[in-house]
């Protein structure tokens, strides 16, 4: 069982930037690819951002392309996702997902490891 463990979220001012992290102290964290998901209450859950396990290839969510940036580093067994240029709309609770294959997907389902989620709330 991986345990992930996000930080950040609050609130920011629309216009702002925010930093997620996910912690994984696994020592296969290196090997698994890593997604962020978004899901507002009683709405379907969201792809944000994708990485594969060297994180040498992402993906995004072309509601966020350009303004959020997905990164890791496996010395710390992190992934990151920085957000700029938020958004009210980008107002949801934020989740981190593992998935035990070197390669990302973007469906949720296709992730075997979830952290608790994180709120991010951005005003107007």
């Known amino acids: 069982q991986v345990q992930l463990v996000g930080t950040g979220g609050g609130l920011v001012q629309a216009g702002g930037s925010m930093r997620l992290s996910c912690a994984a102290p696994e020592r296969t964290f290196s090997s698994y690819a890593m997604g962020w998901f978004r899901q507002a209450p009683g709405k379907e859950r969201e792809f944000v951002a994708a990485i594969n396990w060297s994180g040498g290839s992402t993906y995004y969510a072309d509601s966020v392309k350009g303004r959020f940036h997905i990164s890791r580093d496996n010395a710390k067994n992190t992934v990151y996702l920085q957000m700029n240029s938020l958004k009210p709309e980008d107002t949801f609770v934020y989740y981190c997902?593992?998935?035990?294959?070197?390669?990302?997907?973007?469906?949720?389902?296709?992730?075997?490891?979830w952290g608790q989620g994180t709120q991010v709330t951005v005003s107007s």
């Open positions: 997902a593992a998935r035990a294959d070197t390669d990302y997907r973007l469906r949720g389902e296709e992730y075997d490891y």
